[in-house]
């Protein structure tokens, strides 16, 4: 069962290092001196924060070529490629965590990437928008239409999402993949908590972050 960490506010957390606030979080995850995969890592800025401050190794594995190039800038270890086409080329067991930050949406057969990520890793850790957000809720009630918030800022027509889902949807495929949910926390997109998100995270959580193994 999901579990939000009451006691992890990330109204705590140092965003001095990163742009982000999920991606400090996710840092925190991460043991010193682990074996990271980061897919689809954009510009490398987490690979190299945890380079700095956990002493990590590993990759980054992305398509877009400009952010292969600031991975480069950045002192990243970085793979141009296709995630929709698994990870075939790693051997199983080859990192420590396997990490993808707001992409498991993106992707054609999340699913099957997920049992890739544990295959070659020994947890993985995922971030992504959590569709059962209530303003989004509200905006399909009150206007019949698809949201369109912060963290889901497209129109219907031209989203790179097409796999949407809420925490309990994650949850329950967790359940059916055999996955142990380690740690999870729901929050807002302002990096703030409150008492709500403790009480009922798949209602007023924006962004869910899981930490998972295999059982």
């Known amino acids: 069962m999901i579990k939000t960490l009451a006691k992890m506010m990330v109204n705590k957390v140092n965003t ?13 995850w991460v043991t010193p001196n682990s074996k990271v995969l ?6 490398g800025s987490l690979l190299k924060h945890l380079q700095n401050t ?17 991975c480069i800038d950045n002192g ?21 965590f396997v990490i993808l930050s707001l992409t498991l949406q993106a992707m054609r057969d999340p699913k099957k990437l997920l049992e890739e990520m544990l295959r070659v890793g020994t947890r993985g850790i995922v ?19 698809m949201p369109v918030s912060k963290e889901l800022p497209h129109k219907w027509y031209n989203t790179p999402n097409i796999h949407l889902c809420t925490i309990q ?3 329950k495929l967790c359940e059916e993949l055999g996955f142990v949910i380690e740690s999870s926390i ?7 908590s409150n008492i709500g998100l403790t009480a009922m995270p798949n209602l ?9 193994k295999k059982k």
């Open 16 to 28: 001095t290092n990163l742009s982000r606030f999920d991606l400090q979080i996710i840092s925190d």
């Open 169 to 171: 949807d994650f949850q």
């Open 127 to 145: 971030t992504f928008p959590n569709f059962a957000y209530w303003r989004n809720r509200l905006q399909i009630a009150l206007n019949g239409k």
């Open 76 to 96: 990243v270890n970085v793979l141009q490629t296709n995630l929709d086409k698994g990870l075939t080329h790693f051997d199983s067991g080859s990192f420590d």
């Open 186 to 192: 729901a929050v807002h997109s302002s990096g703030k």
């Open 38 to 43: 980061d897919l689809g890592c954009g510009n």
């Open 204 to 212: 007023f959580g924006e962004i869910a972050l899981c930490r998972f």
């Open 54 to 70: 956990k002493n990590t190794t590993g990759y980054g594995l992305e398509l877009n070529p400009e952010m292969i190039a600031h």
